[in-house]
């Protein structure tokens, strides 16, 4: 039996990452009777955080590794993190999307050197990624509005493609994987599924999973929350504001929240639509 694959879902945010390990977790079972291993994403908190323990102390992961590969019937590591690559809309670090992806990226690729490797990065089109992480935002305790967030992001410097070069550089293009967060409109269960195919092409998982859907806040969700989240005092209260808007005024019983305009849309499509399906190859309805 050849030696385990590591296989990792690097993000990006918003796409899907949650499901991906929530159905892990929940799988486990599954997943070893499939020689698979899960790197559960407290551990991965611990192991990578923002990037920062990647970056200062890569020891952490590669020993967590070693310990996990030294199994020979073990078929795939499987690791799934939305902050590898750092946050996202840095622009005091740097003009691209996910500004801090070299460094930590380059730190990542020293780590798995040893190993047979699959990477796989999740992407959404950028309309939707700019509505998406700004809510989230929000429901973390931030209380700017979108107008003033949107006003600090340069939105010509908002491709995908310089993080999948970083990504092909690092690994080879031949190990990455681009995963078009679109399809999640096919059902959780085909995404997930989806998600596997890409992760090792061999694996045909019985995937049939209890839906997870994150809510996110409605337009009535967010005006509570800009009205209130500056006031919050410390992580334990805009935890429970989070969980109080999400329960009572989440996006499944009010209106989304009106964000971008229609002409903002528009201008995105007709500036990343076409390179973000050259990237994904995609065909989506």
Known sequence: MPAPRVVFHVGAHKTGTSLVQKYCRDNLALLRREKLVYLARGEMNDLIGWGAELRDTPDLLASRLRALTRNRFVRDVIASHENTIGRPFLARVGPTLYPQAPELIEALAEVLRPYRVRIVLSIRPQDEFLESYYLQTIQVGKHYTFEKWLSGIDLDAISWRPLVTVLHDAFGAENVELMDFRRIREGQD???????????????????????????????????????????????????????????????DYPRPVLLSDEQKHWLRERYNPEYDELTMSNVG
């Not at 005006?223 to 109080?244: C, D, I, Q, T």
């Open 190 to 252: 085909a995404y997930l599924r989806y998600f596997f195919s890409l992760a090792d092409p061999d694996l045909d998982l019985p995937i049939s999973y209890e839906p997870t859907r994150n809510a996110s806040i409605s337009g009535k969700g967010l005006e509570l929350a800009l009205a209130a989240n500056g006031f919050l005092r410390n992580g334990p209260e805009r935890k429970s504001m989070r969980v109080f808007l999400q329960s009572n005024f989440s996006n499944r």
